[in-house]
């Protein structure tokens, strides 16, 4: 029988990055190579790890928390936002 022919969903994918090399190098975990849940989590751990740095360079600009955990969320938003966008793009133009 045949190998099932692996496809790579990750957004870097159309220029040669691996499934397997974000779970090698990032710490994706592996069930998640080779399906599209993988964009999933890269976003929401991008976006995490940009509210923790985002809020404490707020804090450190003098902001209040309060202040710094608006403006920590509404940065992180955008940039979830737009990797969203990203990779609905990709998926039309590889068509999977």
Do not use: C
């Amino acid at each position: 029988m045949a190998e099932k022919i692996k496809r790579d969903y990750n957004i870097m994918s159309l220029d040669g990055t691996t499934d397997q090399e974000y779970v090698d190098l990032f710490g994706v975990p592996e069930e998640l190579a080779n399906t599209p849940d993988i964009n999933k989590w890269l976003i929401e751990d991008t976006y995490d790890k940009n509210l923790d740095l985002e809020y404490k360079k707020a804090i450190r600009l003098g902001r209040s928390e309060k202040e710094a955990n608006a403006f920590a969320s509404s940065v992180a938003n955008k940039g979830r936002k737009q990797a969203w966008k990203n990779v609905h793009r990709i998926q039309k133009s590889r068509g999977y």
